[in-house]
């Protein structure tokens, strides 16, 4: 049906005389946003998100007449807009995130299954007593299917994640120039939930798509569920375990000695857990807006759209329109996130491998097969990066776990232990470039004293000199220089 309005548009919701006719310009032309804004049918009129009517019109003139079921992306734009508190709609999210993992047969754990895992954490935690001085971090053992395991690690997702979308928002709001925050105060607002919405879509796709294949509730690097708290998902530990040429109990076996290597060393290593979230927020905070990428991202994903496929209009939701080219701050903070995620499974690695060095003669073709798994990614990790732009990929997981084997050759368990007594203690980049080389002329636990150790710490870490008696803060613990 014709409009009787054949003059031509720009693509931006206002022809050559929209002021002419009393309607209201687009606010946000000449930002990127002005594309998106001429999809939705301009700043007025009596339609509000511009004329639906009119839309549905020219989509049934394009398919001549059939219109296709919208019924389910209109309830996805209405969910997106909902109201909702912080940056981003986590109910959204978490529905998303559900709907994911329910396109796959997701059985609950049974018995048999749940006692399994319990068995297999607790046969491990007795085995890790050999090679590590930390403690039993474990409280409680709990075997989980995919969706239970996206409803239990939420809170921490929500923790990781809406600090990267509060900084989205308020980073793409700021693109707009001033004139039009201050003609579409209002839509700014709009614009916001909207943005919010697509980055809980997004969300919520990457943290179900990881369901499909996490192992354990440790298996990314990030302690995600309560302290204590030993998981795994059966269901992926099955689907992990064929083509191995290793029998499945063997491979329970093995997960459960690194969730509860994992679980030790977050409990052991009590500033660990924000050391590891500070990084993500880092990643957050160096969040810069380049326009003109986004601009061209939004022309690419509007020109995809074919209005007869709901599908491709969904895409536009959930494919991240959004995603933001790093900054340099972001690039710093990836790299500190995935050295931190490095040791920490270099770690596991290393102490797995000595607690199952003269027990699981499979232990070998299990350890390179997760070591490939953790340090390539699987589609899950590269989905879930992405989408929301975090990466949680140890790539340097082998040089990571020489590292602290070699510290443990040369200063036993105690010494290699001793560096997670502070986050300035842990190597850098450049440690793991020369794993062999960390601290190589440090000494043997034996042969250093309980106060040359605290004083070599307290210089590290710039505090008062150790003896008092060295007002320039010289090193009394018998360097070689001369005297």
Known sequence: MSTGDDRPHDGSGEGPDDESRGEQPNPFK?????????????????????????????FSQQLGGQMPDLTQLFGQIQAMMAPHDGPLNWDLALDTARKTVAQDPDPSPTQKQKDAVADAVRL??????????????ITSTTAWSRAEWVVATSDTWRHLVEPIAKQSVEALSSALPEEARAMSG?????LGKVI??????QTGSGIGTLAKEVLSVSDVGVPLAP?????????????????????????????????????RLFAGVPWLREH????????ARGIQVDTDAIQSRI?????????????????????????LPKSPLQQAALQRLEVVLALVEGWVDEVVGQAT??????????????????AAGGPAEETFAALVGLELRPRRLRDASTLWGSLRSRQGIEGRDGVWMHPDLLPTAADLDDPLGFRADASAPDAMTEEDFDAGLRRLLGGEDSTGDHEDGGDSSGDSSGE
């Open 124 to 137: 491990a935690d007795h085995w890790l007593d050999d090679a590590t001085e930390l403690p039993s971090g």
């Open 357 to 374: 060095a003269t027990r699981m003669p499979a232990a070998g073709k299990l350890q390179e097969a997760v070591r490939r798994r953790r």
């Open 186 to 190: 209002p839509l700014v607002g709009m």
């Open 299 to 323: 022309e690419e994903q509007m020109r995809g759209i074919d209005p007869s496929d709901p599908a491709s209009m969904q895409g536009l939701i959930e494919g991240g329109m959004f995603e």
């Open 30 to 58: 000449g930002t990127p946003f002005e594309q998106l804004f001429g999809q939705m049918g301009g700043a007025g009129g009596a339609g509000g998100m511009g004329d639906l009517g009119e839309q549905l019109n020219r």
């Open 227 to 263: 302290a204590g708290k030993a998981a795994l998902v059966p269901a992926n530990v099955t689907a992990f375990a064929e083509g191995l040429d290793v029998t499945e109990d063997d491979v329970l076996l093995y997960l459960a000695l690194r969730e509860a290597a994992h679980q």
């Open 196 to 201: 919010g919405g697509m980055l809980a879509g």
């Open 276 to 283: 590891v979230v500070g990084a993500v927020t880092d990643y």
